[in-house]
């Protein structure tokens, strides 16, 4: 007698989706949007929840993305696969210039469990009783947009210049006002450069429609990531090498990863990656011979 073998992408929840008349809707007034950016939220703090989500890969993957835009805010033209090679090809003692650090600032704010501390961890340049009396700028009893809309005008009133970090403690309000334990990248994403000179209701509907379009998107993130975290964890058994099961869980929380990140000696690793490529559980993500990351 013959059994099937166990397939755990069949026991892949099915995660929320986002209802289509959340984003085809062309609502234009404030109230109409916030309406909306509170459903496309909604649906995503549901797919959160779910366990099958890669929590800690979401988010750094959303921190990119956020980077991304940040970076185009300050007139500078590096985009995703530049951010990443800024951060994962540093060699001992290499700063990683003005647009990695950017993105190392949004990593850091997306990793730690949320708190004063793990923001000043992020924005070492700002003292935590600064970050403190901004987060504070958004708790007068407004919604989770309104709040973080709030912060972001106060900080780019205070430092016009500071676009990443208002975005940063932006993000932060809306995840304590949602209780989410971290910050997770969204509103970077979906506002425009011309959006962060606005203020007062106008801010506030950039915000409500840049949380709708970046919830959205999150969302879809969430399912693409749960079903490809699936298939790593069902080739997983197949992998032979010592320290493979700890090399699964780094690919499992990051967005990019160089295989000398990974707990093994550096050919084994190569080896690994190339394995892992062959059996359909992660991509090299530059297509390039040399100085290869790869990623879920």
């Known amino acids: 007698m013959t059994f099937a073998r166990h397939d755990p992408i069949s026991d892949l929840p099915s995660l929320p ?12 007034t404030l109230a109409d949007v916030a309406f909306l950016s509170g459903a496309a939220l909604s649906q995503l703090h549901l797919a959160l929840g779910q366990e099958a989500v890669p929590q800690a890969l979401l988010r750094d993957r959303l921190a990119l993305r956020a980077a991304e835009a940040c970076v185009t805010f300050s007139g500078r033209s590096e985009r995703a696969g530049e951010l990443r090679d800024a951060l994962h090809l540093l060699r001992p003692g290499d700063l990683p210039g003005p647009a990695g650090e950017i993105y190392l600032t949004w990593q850091r704010a997306a990793e730690r469990p949320l708190s004063i501390r793990a923001l ?28 973080a809309a709030m912060v972001l005008e106060t900080v780019l009133t205070d430092a016009p210049r ?25 509103l970077a994403a979906g506002l425009k450069r011309a959006d962060l000179r606005r203020s007062g209701e106008a801010l ?44 699964v869980e780094i690919f499992l929380t990051r967005d990019a990863v160089t295989p000398g990140a990974l707990p093994l000696p550096d050919r084994a690793a ?18 390039r011979d040399t100085f290869r990351l790869y990623g879920v």
Request: net charge positive; glycine share 8%.
């Open 17 to 28: 989706r986002m209802p289509d008349w959340v984003t085809s809707a062309r609502a234009e």
């Open 120 to 147: 000043h961890r992020a924005l070492p340049r700002l003292a935590p009783e600064k970050i403190a009396a901004w987060l504070d700028a958004g708790s007068a009893g407004q919604g989770p947009v309104a709040r």
């Open 270 to 287: 190569r080896r690994l990656c190339d394995r892992l490529v062959d059996l359909g559980a992660v991509r090299e993500l530059t297509g």
């Open 204 to 247: 506030h509907l950039a915000c409500h429609h840049a949380a709708l379009l970046s919830a959205s998107e999150a969302l879809r993130l969430a399912a693409e990531l749960a079903r490809r975290a699936a298939q790593v964890k069902a080739v997983a058994p197949k992998l032979r090498a010592k320290g493979a099961g700890a090399a």
């Open 162 to 186: 500071a676009e990443a970090p208002g975005l940063i403690l932006a993000d932060a309000a809306l995840g304590q006002a949602l209780g989410w334990d971290h910050c997770l990248p969204l």
